[in-house]
């Protein structure tokens, strides 16, 4: 166990056989980035019981070409949404009869997105009393000089 300021940072649990060897495969999901056929070949992922969804994208991933990097790309997610929330959004891809990464990025996207912001009312005392007008020609006024002609304008002639 390895604490941080008071708090469990992580967990390993200890092997004391002679020549085995535990896997966190969470702990090597960053590195599939680089190497997505990991997945299907790596030792930490052998075996690797993931929740229902989840394995059965992973299963309907498999069968296309770049099934291992889509799969790998919904993992990734896990680290930043959570796994309850990825196996959600799983679950609502596999209802609507798909099974990419992209859906299911899709899916916790919007669930990411903030709620609309709350109506404020204007206090009062905020209001305006008299509504601007808009008088574009005012701006003609900065231009001229104390004659009332304006430098910039020449005659036509």
């Not at 770049?66 to 990734?76: A, E, F």
């Given at each position: 166990?390895?604490?941080?300021?008071?708090?469990?940072?992580?967990?390993?649990?200890?092997?004391?056989?002679?020549?085995?060897?535990?896997?966190?495969?969470?702990?090597?999901?960053?590195?599939?980035?680089?190497?997505?056929?990991?997945?299907?070949?790596?030792?930490?992922?052998?075996?690797?019981?993931?929740?229902?969804?989840?394995?059965?994208?992973?299963?309907?991933?498999?069968?296309?070409?770049?099934?291992?990097?889509q799969?790998?790309?919904?993992?990734?997610?896990?680290?930043?949404?959570?796994?309850?929330?990825?196996?959600?959004?799983?679950?609502?891809?596999?209802?609507?009869g798909?099974?990419?990464?992209d859906?299911?990025?899709?899916?916790?996207?919007?669930?990411?997105?903030?709620?609309?912001?709350?109506?404020?009312?204007?206090?009062?005392?905020?209001?305006?009393?008299?509504?601007?007008?808009?008088?574009?020609?005012?701006?003609?006024?900065?231009?001229?000089?104390?004659?009332?002609?304006?430098?910039?304008?020449?005659?036509?002639?």
């Amino acid at each position: 166990m390895i604490r941080q300021d008071g708090r469990i940072v992580a967990e390993h649990p200890r092997s004391f056989g002679r020549g085995e060897t535990t896997y966190n495969p969470w702990h090597y999901v960053p590195v599939l980035a680089r190497k997505p056929g990991a997945l299907r070949n790596g030792a930490p992922f052998k075996d690797w019981v993931l929740p229902a969804a989840i394995e059965r994208i992973r299963r309907r991933l498999a069968s296309t070409d770049d099934g291992n990097r889509q799969m790998v790309d919904i993992l990734n997610a896990v680290l930043t949404d959570g796994l309850s929330a990825v196996e959600a959004a799983c679950a609502e891809a596999i209802a609507h009869g798909v099974h990419s990464a992209d859906v299911v990025l899709n899916i916790l996207a919007r669930q990411r997105e903030p709620a609309a912001p709350a109506n404020i009312m204007t206090p009062a005392a905020l209001t305006l009393r008299h509504a601007p007008i808009a008088d574009c020609a005012r701006y003609d006024n900065l231009r001229r000089t104390s004659d009332g002609t304006n430098p910039n304008l020449r005659p036509h002639g």
